[in-house]
């Protein structure tokens, strides 16, 4: 459990470290085309544009990791103070401060966080917006000063070392030793912070006196994962030889090595051909006299090749170095998997990297298995969430509604994933959740969503079941008349429940604040906001269109008294996995009594313009008046 807690810990700190910067890397790409195309060694060497180089390296993009870093710990404050306190690290330095820019950004916005929550009540009207303002301002220019006389001399001083190991390690030809580290290191999701936080950094100063570095080589290298891919386009089996070449071309031509974690994880033995692969390119680049002119991210061939300096050696060596990688990978992942028996699960691998990653992965949908067409005469839709309470209640009640606009005869219900009917034919889940569903029904049709109230998903389904439907006038006459039993719940939105203009500085905050309006309401016991945070965690409960629905584990059913909802406006919005939230629905559910205000509330929400009207509504009989009306 220990072990278990420390990773999670280092793997959110890495994913932490690289939210930083990874939004900033339109901004690392431009400054790496103009250092690769004007600087002396440059395609076009140009002495009046070189001159945005250093000024781009030493300045922006210290300041905008400074003020991502800050905006990340506590919104539009928290990055300004970052953005301050980073100028600290960077007057304070000759050498790019990307990694003064990691510490100081997330510090200003927590100094400042910490600042708004001490007086928060105790400003006096009219004097809100001057604490603002000069609290940031003498906040951060504490922070700036702290920066320059302490935190950048001892970056400095780590650089350096650095710097030093490294020329060490180059010149008794150990770089390659770093691959041991730098591949596992990738499927744990930490590259991203070892090549920005550690790797750039020092690159960039060798850029500045060398005009290129190999260490900008070192964990973009495509040539490793490549070689993986490839074997398992010739030695693989079933859906993973399937998908392997697209995924190939992804890794390569995209930069996107993620893609090829799930490989990895289906065989652990696989990181050997990883870390040979890389060893053998970094040998073969030190060899050769490899290098970068420029950062390449994403790491891809074109990447590499836009940032290699202009001369036939430099292509030459790194050309060769990502070949090399390849074909050791390819020869020892081939024999790994032309020797080992165990049983290939993609989907599985796909899941288990979801899990390390600590959130959604934007590929592996790329990775897992495809399903064929819808199948013909559809009677059964079914959405489906943990709970059966929530989410998958506004999804269904949206899709109800689209079957109707479109006269078809077709049953949309919605229930918790464990109890998903046998007979389901259509079966409609977040994306985190398909796995499970699939588990459960393996021979309906599933479809993927990440947006219940406005996914593009339910109009592809309506055009395609257009083309092919029927279904019995008794199944149909059925479903009229469960919803028509449905209770009455003309006070389960109550104006008490109804909060406006507040202010959370994190989503456990907000679905905290819900979960105790909950409960002061006799609606639920205590024990259901910890299973509303617990909920969430497995699954965001963000539904799309700046709505979020936190609500209680399908265990947590039991601690349900009776069903209510409460509504929390919150204008600046509250930061929900990424996603701005600016309208929360607490609800608690019991025996279906919520579901037709729920279905009210979904179809209000689908429309931005109905979401604009309540995050703008001055009172709570306005909002109420909104959803009503639906």
Excluded at 99 to 128: N, R, S, W
Excluded at 391 to 402: N, V
Aim: net charge negative.
């Amino acid at each position: 459990m220990a072990q278990s807690n420390i990773k999670v810990a280092v793997q959110k700190f890495g994913n932490f470290l690289s939210s930083m910067v990874m939004p900033n890397i339109g901004a690392f790409i431009a400054w790496g085309l103009i250092t690769a195309l004007f600087i002396p060694t440059g395609f076009f060497p140009n002495e009046s544009l070189a001159k945005l180089v250093d000024p781009m390296v030493k300045y922006l993009l210290p300041l905008l990791i400074g003020y991502t870093g800050g905006k990340l710990v506590h919104d539009q404050r928290g990055g300004v103070v970052g953005a301050i306190a980073t100028m600290g690290v960077i007057v304070g330095s000759d050498i790019p401060m990307f990694l003064g820019a990691m510490i100081m950004g997330p510090l200003g916005g927590y100094i400042i966080k910490k600042f708004d929550q001490f007086i928060e009540g105790k400003v006096k009207t009219g004097f809100e917006m001057l604490i603002n303002n000069f609290s940031a301002g003498i906040l951060g220019g504490i922070l700036a000063i702290l920066a320059f006389l302490g935190v950048s001399p001892a970056v400095d001083g780590f650089t350096g070392a650095l710097v030093v190991g490294v020329d060490w390690m180059v010149a008794h030809g150990l770089l390659p030793l770093t691959s041991i580290l730098i591949e596992p290191a990738k499927i744990l999701f930490l590259n991203n912070a070892i090549n920005h936080g550690i790797l750039s950094p020092i690159g960039a100063e060798q850029i500045r006196t060398n005009g290129q570095s190999i260490l900008l080589l070192l964990e973009t290298n495509p040539g490793p994962g490549l070689g993986i891919l490839l074997a398992y386009c010739f030695f693989g089996k079933g859906t993973a030889k399937q998908s392997a070449p697209g995924a190939a071309i992804i890794h390569f031509i995209g930069g996107i090595h993620e893609i090829y974690f799930p490989y990895v994880l289906m065989r652990p033995l696989l990181i050997i051909a990883a870390i040979l692969g890389g060893m053998s390119g970094v040998f073969t680049f030190v060899l050769l006299g490899g290098g970068l002119q420029a950062v390449a991210s994403p790491g891809s061939i074109l990447a590499i090749l836009a940032a290699t300096p202009g001369n036939a050696g430099s292509y030459v060596a790194n050309i060769s170095g990502v070949l090399v990688a390849a074909i050791v990978s390819f020869i020892v992942g081939s024999l790994i998997l032309k020797t080992g028996k165990q049983t290939e699960d993609l989907d599985e691998a796909a899941r288990k990297m979801q899990e390390m990653k600590g959130k959604k992965s934007s590929v592996a949908g790329s990775v897992t298995k495809q399903q064929g067409e819808v199948p013909a005469s559809v009677q059964k839709i079914v959405f489906a969430c943990d709970a059966g309470m929530g989410s998958s209640a506004m999804g269904a009640s949206l899709l109800r509604k689209k079957v109707k606009q479109a006269n078809l005869n077709i049953s949309v219900t919605n229930t918790a994933i464990s109890n998903i009917p046998s007979d389901a034919q259509i079966v409609i889940t977040q994306e985190e959740l398909t796995p499970r569903a699939q588990n459960k029904v393996p021979d309906a049709y599933h479809i993927s969503v990440d947006n219940f109230l406005s996914s593009p998903e339910y109009d592809k389904l309506i055009d395609q079941l257009k083309n092919d439907h029927t279904t019995s006038k008794a199944e149909e006459e059925k479903k009229v008349s469960a919803e028509n039993n449905t209770d009455s719940n003309d006070g389960l939105l109550k104006e008490e429940n109804v909060f406006l203009n507040q202010h959370f500085s994190s989503k456990e905050e907000a679905i905290r604040f819900a979960g105790s309006v909950l409960v002061k309401g006799g609606y639920v016991e205590e024990n259901y906001v910890e299973a509303m945070i617990e909920r969430d965690n497995m699954t965001s409960t963000y539904m799309g269109n700046d709505v979020a629905i936190p609500h209680g584990t399908e265990e947590a059913k039991k601690n349900v008294l009776r069903s209510g909802f409460t509504v929390v406006q919150v204008p600046e919005g509250v930061d929900f996995d990424g996603e701005k939230v600016r309208l929360i629905f607490g609800i608690a559910g019991k025996d279906g009594t919520h579901l037709e205000i729920l279905s009210g509330i979904a179809i209000t929400c689908s429309d931005m313009d109905n979401i604009e009207k309540m995050v703008h509504a001055k009172s709570a009989k306005e909002l109420m008046a909104i959803i009503q009306r639906n």
